[in-house]
């Protein structure tokens, strides 16, 4: 009896030690792993601005590892491909937090051949990566593959990581991803970046990632106001360092060799970004322009009207015919022309193709509106855009894997718009809300 007394003291007093630091956090939102040790992990490819012959890996450790190296090799079919590997030191920079002390380290491989396979692997001498595969660009291909995903955002471990899935599954041979802002919701949260790390599994460690910075990277003050960027976009993300003065990392360009894509930051500093865009569309000599930012020129929900992007950055986006734009932040899916100026005239002369999409799972009202020519509400979405000399396909998929929305762009003569053809899709109706379900997530966020 005395030593069953003990027991129901100890094993309480235990629990109460042993809580981690979680233990404020609601169990349902505690679903991965999130403490760094000395084995790798968040492991991340990015690009530099010359993707064709270099690429950047960033990833996580605890604060033990003191030597954080890279290693890579030309791919092999013999698993004795590692004769060849050349080692690269890591540029570490540490990150605390009240979850976590951790180190990011970070390596660019410059000097790369193109349309190579090369197999790479981080550590630091004892615990090591496993060797991952990734293969450069073709310096002259004519075709080029990429995914556009909109919000990520909420419940990234539940039910974002199957859109993620499905779009590496649809389009393996994808040169990147380009995520529209809103990779999760609160940026200072060590849990959710884990779990948008571990959604996505290998895909980060073997497709390059690009990012918009959305409003839910910034930090906010208890009113509301937003302070500064999360300090995880730097340490996680290494974006080509070509933008404004004070935005690296935020504003950037990629060249392909027959696109440029153009990344903004949305939130802030838009005249600064509209003069450098100007120059940036001005200079571009590449086929194909898309330009990519997270708050919407025309919003698709009610009541989100982003007024700064719309007259700093609409009219350039006009005057170099832009092909496409793609956005996030209202948690819809809609696409078209047209887009409505100023005191409502609608631009026929453009041509340029307008996107709000979604991919996770927290989901607005829709508000109709006429530019849309595709429409949709409470539909986890990615999308997947291929270019191929004078034409681009877009193909926008469902999280199940069927096309929603597709269509054509053909270039026709220099100057002139590009002429727009509808493309059969496999879910013929119009997706809207339809749940009696509520959606928790549903309360819309004002910037
Ligand atoms: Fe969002």
Redesign the pocket.
Known sequence: MKSLLLILTIIPLFTLISQPKHKNLPPEIIQVRYQPDPRPDRILLTVTSDPVTSFTVTWRTDTTVTNALAEIAVSDPSPDFDEQKTRHKAISSSLNNEFASALYHRVDFRDLKPATHYVYRVGDGTYWSEWLQHRTPDAISRKLTFVYLG?A?NNLHSLWSRSIREAYRTAPNAAFFLHAG?LINHSQNDYEWSEWFNAASFIFRSVPQLAAI?N?EYIKNLEGTKTGISPFWDVQFNFPQNGPTGLSDQSYYVDYPTLRLIVLNSNEKYEEQAHWLDQTLHNNDKKWVVVSFHHPVVSAARGRLNESVLSNWKPLLDKYKVDLVLQ??D?TYARGQNIVTGAGEYEKESGTVYVVSVCGA?MYELTPQEWMDRKAENTQLFQVVTLDQDQLEYKSYTADGNIYDAFRLVKTVEGQPNKLTELPVEVQQELRFETTKPNSNQLP?KN
Do not use: N
Request: glycine share 20%; aromatic share 0%.
């Open positions: 919000d955002q809103d959305g839910h996030g932040h948690h927290k966020d």
